[in-house]
């Protein structure tokens, strides 16, 4: 054996052997680089998120003045911005009940019925639409959802458009199509984030022992009664964990707005336009710490369900 291969060789024992002693220096150092990754990239850029929304900005010059002021959060409480806000937060809260209504059944289905091969089938089947681009799929939509869409023809079609038309024209919410209406906005999202709400949700039932609702029915309860007191309190972490994913989305998101619905903004299309077009960064930043502010308190609630354990 050479010196030069002999040498490697013994420095790579040391080093298998300090590491065999202490573990957990093998671990912070495997740690250390995502670690210090995330502090700089994310961490850091939420700190200067937050550091500029006290700044201010001179509508005049269209500079950004860096000194400490409340004026940019005051700002928040007029009437425009409160709208944007509270639409936003209707949206998110509209699209997760849903999502949760129409994920409940197919997550039980799976979680209780399907077996073997229709078991990859259902996990093909949520996946699937996870696997091609975001941006297709709102485009997609916004052709499916026009007036001259397919929705509009299979309505004309089955002799339903009657339907369609009553939607359309409810206040609020209805429009000229789907494609530029809230409901046509709300649908997409709804279909865009109900993997994210399926999935836990499955996982939450699966967790459900069997053996809890065999001595509900011992018991003398009928299945809407097992139901309502053993299967849907053992399986609400996974709903509130889906739901996590679903709400906070929702609240971020500017893409979907920007190519369905009105014209009304929300806080993502807030956000991407003062600091892009308008250059009112501090504004921008203040909008982006209310999702934040608002996450927070609901991760806070949701740790407390014990949401986390069906993630």
Known sequence: MSPAIFAATTIASRLTGVFWRHPKLLLGLLLAPPLLWLGMIYLGSLAALLVQSFYSFDDFSGLVVPEFTLTTYAKLASPANLSIILRTLLMALAVTLASAIIAFPVAYYAARYARGRWKAVFYLGVMLPLWSSYLVKVYAFKLI?????????AASATHTDWLLNAAL?????????????YLGTFIVFCYVWLPYMILPMQA???????GLLEASSDLGANARQTFWTVTLP???PGVIAGSIFTFS????????PQIIGTSASF????????QGTAGN???AAAFAVIPILIMLAYLTLARKAGAFDAL
């Open 267 to 274: 806080i993502g299309m807030a956000v991407y336009q003062l």
């Open 204 to 210: 939450a039932i699966e967790r459900v022992p069997l």
């Open 249 to 256: 989305l929702t609240l971020g998101d500017y893409i979907i």
């Open 281 to 283: 960064v501090p504004l």
């Open 145 to 153: 959802l026009a007036k001259e869409g397919i929705v509009t023809w």
């Open 169 to 181: 024209a409810l206040p609020f919410v209805g429009g000229a199509s789907l494609s530029s209406s």
């Open 234 to 236: 053992l399986a609400l």
